[in-house]
């Protein structure tokens, strides 16, 4: 629906009113999903469990390469903001958006996790988790993508 307010025109959507309780069973089922697996990857591949919401950098060279890529990935969906806000919704640049920026900078950021455990790591497996974790985390985008959120959405 369209409403035009002087030389404006806003476009404005609807929500349902059980969106509250989709969401929360949303992130419910993908939280457990995603704790399971790293706790089934990690007893697997015999991998210590990381702090939880910490900062887990092998060494300063991953710190600083990871901090990078987090700059990077906050400026580019800020700038694609920017450029979007400016046209149309119906002609806004698909690769702009932040449904595009955050898969492709998690991907780069969990490839550079592994590749710096690979190489300094104590744990020589703790790559191996990574990189299921990563696979996991794919087939999960995947999968909600095809599904359209198992239905939720």
Do not use: C
Request: net charge positive.
């Amino acid at each position: 629906m369209n409403i035009q307010i002087g030389g404006f025109v806003m476009y404005v959507y609807g929500v349902e009113p059980a969106i509250g309780a989709r969401l929360a069973l949303f992130l419910a089922i993908n939280l457990i999903l995603l704790f399971s697996f790293n706790m089934l990857a990690r007893k697997w591949f015999k991998v210590e469990k990381k702090k939880s919401f910490s900062y887990n950098h092998v060494n300063d060279k991953h710190m600083k390469i990871d901090w990078t890529i987090r700059l990077t990935s906050m400026a580019s969906i800020l700038v694609g903001y920017a450029i979007n806000i400016t046209r149309d919704p119906s002609d806004w640049y698909w690769f702009l958006q932040p449904w595009f920026f955050l898969p492709v900078f998690i991907v780069i950021s969990q490839a550079v996790t592994a590749v710096m455990e690979k190489k300094y790591a104590q744990n020589p497996n703790a790559y191996k988790v990574t990189l299921s974790e990563l696979i996991f985390i794919l087939i999960l985008f995947f999968t909600l993508y095809q599904t359209d959120f198992w239905g939720l959405g």
